[in-house]
């Protein structure tokens, strides 16, 4: 049994995962409801997720989620989701109820809605701090520091099934319609019940140029230790953008047995 996520403002939700562990729960149930309470808690949004996250340019919270189990094919995402403030909820059901493996826009919105689920307008999806953002940003053309968080997380439950989902809100003030790593499969998240699982964090519109959490996966299949294999992607993707070209990029991973 493990849970692992990414930033300091995951660890509630992690401690939340090992507790549902530990009482038998299923990996896949525990990292959704983990995610979807960090998704509809109007203070986490400021970390880029869900509700209260920051909007697109056009003031509109435009949410991507995804979830990936280690069995092979069973996987889920959506994206530039409006009006839904628990994604990964959605993301999910794409996985059991459709025949596709993601969804966007207004065609992830209606899928929502045909399943039960309300689309709320979006002065709900906003927080006083991220109105007040907006706002700067249209009058001042003030950006928002350090922008590029996601919530993700990997859990292995008893039984040996392990799952990892992500969620995000998306670049701050972004192009309507903007898509980042998190919902792709390979990019923001990807799982082997052989192997383990990873996600990623940062610049999406970077990150999904280098398919980082399948790279970490992949080198775990050939022996390497999750802390190895991440710090091993992190130093090609240096190598081959060159040493004095930077951008945002975290990865957590997570693999069947100890090393």
Not at 88 to 110: F, I, Q, T, Y
Not at 171 to 179: D, E, L, N, S
Not at 227 to 236: G, H, K, R, S, T
């Amino acid at each position: 049994m493990a849970a692992v996520g990414t930033w300091s403002f995951s660890r509630p939700a992690v401690e939340r995962m090992r507790c549902m562990l530990l009482a038998g729960q299923n990996a896949t149930d525990v990292v959704e409801t983990a995610i979807a309470e960090v998704e509809d808690d109007v203070d986490t949004g400021r970390h880029i997720v869900g509700r209260g996250g920051y909007p697109n340019s056009k003031g509109v919270v435009e949410c991507d989620a995804a979830i990936m189990e280690g069995v092979p094919g069973r996987f889920g995402a959506v994206a530039a989701l409006r009006g839904i403030a628990q994604p990964c909820r959605v993301a999910r059901k794409v996985m059991e109820k459709s025949p596709h493996s993601l969804l966007v826009g207004d065609g992830a919105e209606a899928f929502a809605q045909e399943l039960g689920f309300t689309s709320e307008p979006n002065a709900n999806m906003l927080s006083d701090h991220s109105a007040t953002a907006y706002r700067e940003y249209l009058e001042k053309n003030k950006l928002v520091r350090g922008g590029h968080d996601t919530i993700g997380l990997i859990a292995l439950d008893l039984s040996g099934n392990i799952t990892v989902g992500v969620s995000t809100s998306g670049a701050p003030f972004k192009a309507p319609g903007r898509v980042g790593d998190s919902p792709l499969p390979g990019c923001g998240l990807y799982a082997d019940h052989k192997v383990g699982a990873a996600a990623a964090t940062g610049d999406g519109d970077k990150i999904m140029c280098y398919c980082p959490s399948f790279h970490v996966v992949q080198l775990m299949r050939q022996g390497s230790s999750p802390n190895e294999a991440c710090q091993a992607v992190l130093a090609d993707i240096q190598r081959r953008i060159g040493g004095d070209k930077c951008f945002e990029l975290g990865l957590i991973s997570l693999n069947m047995k100890p090393n």
